[in-house]
């Protein structure tokens, strides 16, 4: 059974500013890029694909507790990249708190994951001071 391989070399989430260096947090990101897997357009022995398709797994950053799983499809790649653009998949995150995100290609026999992306969350307001007691 061929191993599912999965190379990414860039996981970048792209917000309307661009990205100094691999630690920049991206505040209100909008889009995943990434690097499609070398089994992309690939056939199992039996003729089945070994990739179906890919999904993001966010992470809060400290602790590495999975938030939540999207499926971003099989989108074709663009010169061996892959951009997808749905800020609506971001804004339900916990505002102002550091996120990760893999990217996982699924496929008929199993899956490989990518390392962690770059930084990321949500601005949010502040949290609201505690309840106010008026006195005399």
Known sequence: ?????????????????SLASAQTVVVNPTTVEFTA????????????????RYDMRIYVEVGMTLVTTIALGKPSPLVGQIVVTNAAWFSPLQPNTRMVARVVAVGPTGEAASNISN??????PPA??????VRR
């Open 37 to 52: 897997s070398t089994d992309h357009n690939a056939l199992g022995l039996d003729g089945v694909a070994l990739i179906s």
């Open 1 to 17: 059974m061929k191993h599912l391989t999965l190379s990414l070399a860039v996981l970048a989430l792209v917000a309307c500013a």
């Open 119 to 124: 930084p990321f969350g949500t601005a949010g």
């Open 128 to 133: 609201a001071p505690t309840v106010p007691i």
